[in-house]
């Protein structure tokens, strides 16, 4: 599902709905999957990114996180840090989860210190590409969040 409540924000970077014309490859799919999760990342109200929830597994309360800047002049900038954030955010307030996984390449350095920088913690190699990488975060309703380690993903 596209997300369509009020925007997060974290200064001049916000979470947000996406209209059609912004739609990309991930939010189409959201439209018509109920298990993702999609927000538009703005920068000064000027889309910028995008940044989901995917193939959430309700039993085990935890769901995948994708991320993507759409240019690399807004990489490097702390865009990521405070989108990922904000939804982190949203997650500890307003959905039943309990783990965020990001499944990662072994040679996108800035995706792997972005989850670090966010308290996501490496856990192994994911079960689909046992050559990739895969950091988990335990959501935390007591507002801290912890690390969390492999649970044979």
Known sequence: MLYTGPPLADGPVSL???RDADVHEWAERAVSDPSMLYFGIFRSDVLV???????????LQEALVGYHLFTATNRGQGIGTRALRLLQRHVTDHLDLK???VITSRDN?????LALT???????APRED??????GWKVSRQGSC???GPTGR
Do not use: E, K, N
């Not at 995008?50 to 309700?58: E, G, K, M, S, V």
């Not at 350095?109 to 210190?113: A, D, K, M, N």
């Not at 966010?118 to 192994?124: D, E, I, K, Q, Y």
């Open 146 to 148: 912890d690390s969390s």
């Open 118 to 124: 966010c308290g996501f913690a490496l856990a192994g």
């Open 130 to 135: 046992p050559t990739g990488l895969l950091y």
């Open 109 to 113: 350095i800035p995706s792997q210190r």
């Open 16 to 18: 947000a709905s996406v």
């Open 99 to 101: 783990r965020l996984i």
């Open 49 to 59: 990114g995008q940044i989901f929830l995917h193939d959430r597994d309700d039993t």
